[in-house]
């Protein structure tokens, strides 16, 4: 209902962003950067017309050089669109190649030079951890969700995999965990009343930090990180810093 509800308020403009988007992924004229203030702007007006509020938290706690990777838990296909959004510094992203052929989401993926990652081929995943490794190492930021799928448990956490963070120790770049609330309701709760999605970036890692940690340890403090967060949230007597 949501979905529908975005496109019926934005109608009129549909055709012209779907065009803008698909010739930032076509066109040798336009920056990465230049793509993203750009997609970022639709996504912007399209959490608007959805009835979709983003809060965020800790922006300070980003690195204050490019070149990082962003890992938060991952709720369903709304949790790009958190991150387009909130994120003030230019990233790309790692999707399943499931939804690399979905309309809008294949533009964006070309135009940002996403990768699209087919968990069943390990061959070709690693091709995709090391082009990404080479990107951050390049200074390009990523987003990745390291439980590999979305967990379809609301605010509850899947395992999250030590793969995930190959490209990382690779690039010996930081890692910012990021914690998602309430991201799953947009899209999986049949409804268009107001909601609002919260995104907390935390303290970075730095690779002095885990360069003698395996990648699976990695992950299970990365997750641990993440779910205290998330467990410790009450809108009460929890305090985020903007």
Not at 37 to 57: C, F, M, Q, S
């Amino acid at each position: 209902m949501r979905i529908a509800l975005m496109v019926i308020r934005l109608f009129f403009q549909v055709p012209y962003y779907l065009f803008q988007v698909w010739w930032c992924g076509v066109s040798k004229k336009i920056s990465y950067d230049e793509a993203f203030w750009l997609i970022k702007k639709v996504t912007k007006k399209a959490n608007h017309a959805g009835r979709v509020k983003i809060e965020d938290y800790g922006l300070e706690n980003l690195p204050e050089k490019n070149g990082f990777i962003l890992f938060p838990n991952h709720q369903g296909m709304f949790d790009v669109l958190v991150f387009l959004e909130s994120c003030p510094r230019p990233f790309s992203f790692v999707a399943k190649k499931e939804v690399s052929n979905i309309i809008l989401l294949k533009q964006v993926i070309k135009a940002l030079g996403a990768y699209a990652m087919d968990r069943e081929d390990i061959r070709q995943s690693m091709k995709v951890i090391n082009a990404m490794a080479e990107d951050v190492r390049a200074g390009r930021n990523f987003l990745i969700f390291p439980e590999g799928t979305r967990s379809k448990m609301g605010n509850k956490l899947l395992e999250f995999k030590g793969g995930s963070f190959k490209s990382a120790t690779k690039a010996k770049c930081p890692i910012v965990p990021c914690a998602l609330i309430d991201s799953f309701k947009p899209f999986d709760e049949n409804s268009i009343q107001l909601v609002t999605v919260k995104l907390i970036y935390l303290p970075p890692i730095y690779y002095e930090e885990y360069k003698d940690m395996k990648t699976v340890d990695i992950a299970a403090e990365v997750k641990h990180r993440i779910e205290a967060t998330i467990e410790n949230y009450n809108c009460e007597n929890y305090n985020f810093k903007k």
